[in-house]
């Protein structure tokens, strides 16, 4: 959606929400595939049961600078599965894993980076997944900040996805050979919420299997899921200073596809996100059994999710998948 397009009320709106936003096992060959199923599960449309990997990888890093039509440049850190030892930092273009991994996309929120969501997306990685994360141009720290192109992108993720999906098959690429094209999430916090949701909504992309929404709303891009089923795991503070609680609530119940809904009685807008901690972890570890479920198709990661929600007692897991 354009800028042009935009309701003024709808625009005002969406700059005042969102104005406050900022922020060990050897390797082994895993694909999504690798215990194939005759049957598909009834709650994870499209998706075959199977078996996610068990061990955590070493992780790998890389930059992909990427622009669309020439004036909406997109550059995107990769995050995925790497060979060598688990535990360490990121390793710069290290080489992959075997096996093929599903992709998650992942974006980041008014005045942020995918930088500053690391230690998250790396867990992510580590647990399996090729974890995607462009850096908008006109919502990222360091540009020149217009919350309503919030509405713009969306369509920007979409192309992420196109161009992100073509490295399988680009000879001599890290990536090569390593993407599960047909299992993909999207993911993102705040104004990368209202991107999430607008993948599914008005900007409907029916190459994502399911979505991960930290502190968002529908403003702008409207609350009418469309397309097949894709489940949806929502993530909200319930002391969000920014986006209140209730609007995600709402976005929530609107769903008509397998959902839940994590809960943080004492969580905000998601700083937790940024740092690590007892909050971090339970979302790290609740988000990854989601998509450990949504992606590989794993039946016991999904059992698993409820004890990972309540680890300590700091969310209430509305479970409804």
Not at 10 to 34: E, F, N, Y
Not at 102 to 117: E, I, K, M, T
Request: hydrophobic share 40%; with cysteine; proline share 8%.
């Amino acid at each position: 959606m354009s800028r042009r397009r935009a309701p003024t009320v709808v625009a005002a709106l969406l700059t005042a929400v969102l104005a406050a936003c900022s922020t060990d096992a050897a390797p082994a060959t895993w694909s999504p595939a690798a215990e194939p199923s005759t049957t598909t599960s009834p709650t994870s449309p499209g998706i075959p049961e199977g078996r996610a990997p068990e061990q955590t990888f070493a992780v790998g890093v890389r930059q992909l600078p990427l622009n669309r039509d020439g004036e909406r440049p997109l550059p995107v850190t990769l995050w995925y599965p790497a060979r060598g030892a688990s535990g360490g930092p990121a390793g710069q273009s290290a080489p992959a894993a075997d096996g093929r991994f599903p992709v998650v996309l992942f974006s980041h929120g008014l005045n942020a980076r995918p930088a500053d969501y690391a230690t998250l997306l790396t867990r992510w990685a580590a647990a399996g997944f090729v974890v995607a994360a462009p850096t908008f141009p006109n919502t990222g720290r360091g540009s020149q900040v217009n919350p309503l192109d919030v509405l713009n992108q969306p369509a920007d993720v979409s192309y992420v996805l196109t161009e992100v999906l073509k490295l399988d098959e680009r000879p001599d690429d890290v990536l090569r050979g390593r993407l599960a094209a047909d299992r993909v999430a999207a993911t993102g916090h705040s104004a990368g919420g209202v991107t999430t949701i607008g993948l599914f909504t008005a900007g409907r992309d029916e190459r994502l299997d399911a979505g991960v929404v930290f502190a968002g709303t529908a403003l702008g891009v409207g609350s009418t899921f469309a397309g097949a089923a894709a489940p949806q795991l929502f993530v909200h503070g319930e002391l969000d200073e920014v986006v209140n609680y209730s609007s995600g609530r709402a976005v929530y119940d609107r769903v008509p596809w397998p959902k839940a809904m994590l809960s943080l009685p004492q969580g905000d807008h998601g700083r937790a996100l940024l740092t690590d901690g007892a909050a971090l972890r339970v979302v790290a570890d609740t988000t990854t059994e989601f998509l450990r479920w949504s992606l590989y198709g794993d039946q016991a990661a999904k059992r698993r999710m409820p004890a990972d929600a309540a680890r300590g007692g700091l969310a209430v897991l509305d479970d409804r998948l």
